[in-house]
């Protein structure tokens, strides 16, 4: 099942691996309401057919992005409600829950909520150029669509506090030692690399393979209470002023880059400079 066009691309099934491209590249795969519908419809299709998808892949279309976070152009206009529907967080709680293995193959920038979205993916392939990071404290919000509980059991409580704390962005090689991603392979080798692991998975049984991923998911342990604390906390965050003063400094920024670099081209087009 291929869809040419559209903000998600189904790639046809291959040796029992299914890939999913997320395909804004102009936004960075930035996740859109389209995109997260699109997704959902995606999961909702292929979850029933065990016994056809053994492994999923997630990447992002353009190379320079895996996902850059959620749009935050949307984000600045959401309020309290809105927070409360917990959109992102649904998404990738089913992302998380999907009976086979999930792998993203991750190049180029995976922020906020895009990390997010590779956290909730069992496996994580990552390319040379990879950045992960969790920067919603510095635009007045917080990590709550799994960050908060899925980056501690990753890299240790005291790791996930840094990261999410500063924002700051960490490349793929600091991932791979602080146990955040499984591999580093050369960009140009990201998705093949993540392909090859997933058909490996493919082979094995896949019954064996269902079942051994839902009793790790039972180490885990009940996460309930603290992703409803963390729904909570955001609601009160979007309603918050300074996360609307962050955001449009944020926006501001972006538009000044961009009016900064069409300014620049336009001179160059004219022979100037």
């Known amino acids: ?3 040419p066009e559209g903000p998600l691309l189904l790639d046809t099934l291959h040796d ?3 890939t999913l491209t997320l395909n804004r590249p102009d936004k960075l795969n930035a996740l859109d309401q389209p995109l997260v519908d699109a997704l959902h419809s995606a999961l909702s299709y292929y979850e029933p057919l065990v ?3 053994r492994a999923v892949v997630i990447c992002g279309a ?3 992005a895996f996902a850059a976070g959620a749009d935050i152009a949307t984000l600045r206009n959401r309020n309290s409600g809105e927070a409360l529907l917990a959109i992102n967080a649904q998404l990738f709680d089913r992302v998380a ?4 293995p999930t792998i993203a193959a991750v190049t180029g920038y995976a922020l906020g909520g895009g990390c997010e979205l590779a956290l909730a993916c069992d496996l994580r392939v990552a390319g040379e150029s990879a950045q992960f990071g969790q920067p919603e404290t510095g635009l007045g919000i917080i990590p709550a669509a799994g960050a908060t509980s899925r980056l501690p059991q990753l ?3 005291g790791r996930a506090r840094e990261l999410i704390f500063t924002g700051r962005l960490v490349g793929a090689d600091e991932a791979a030692a602080m146990g955040l991603v499984n591999a580093v392979v050369p960009d140009a080798e990201v998705l093949s690399a993540a392909v090859e692991m997933a058909i490996q998975i493919a082979k094995n049984d896949g019954l064996a393979t269902r079942l051994t991923k839902q009793a790790l998911q039972l180490v885990e342990g009940n996460l309930e209470h603290q992703r409803r604390f963390a729904n909570l906390a955001q609601g009160l965050c979007f309603d918050s002023p300074s996360k609307v ?4 400094a944020f926006l501001a920024r972006k538009a000044a880059r961009r009016n900064s670099a069409a300014h620049l081209a336009q001179r160059h087009d004219s022979g100037e400079g």
Do not use: S, Y
């Open 1 to 3: 099942m291929t869809r």
């Open 16 to 18: 029992g691996v299914l």
């Open 51 to 53: 016994d056809i998808v």
């Open 62 to 64: 353009g190379g320079r």
């Open 97 to 100: 829950r999907f009976p086979a």
């Open 155 to 157: 890299v240790g409580m």
């Open 245 to 248: 003063a962050r955001m449009d």
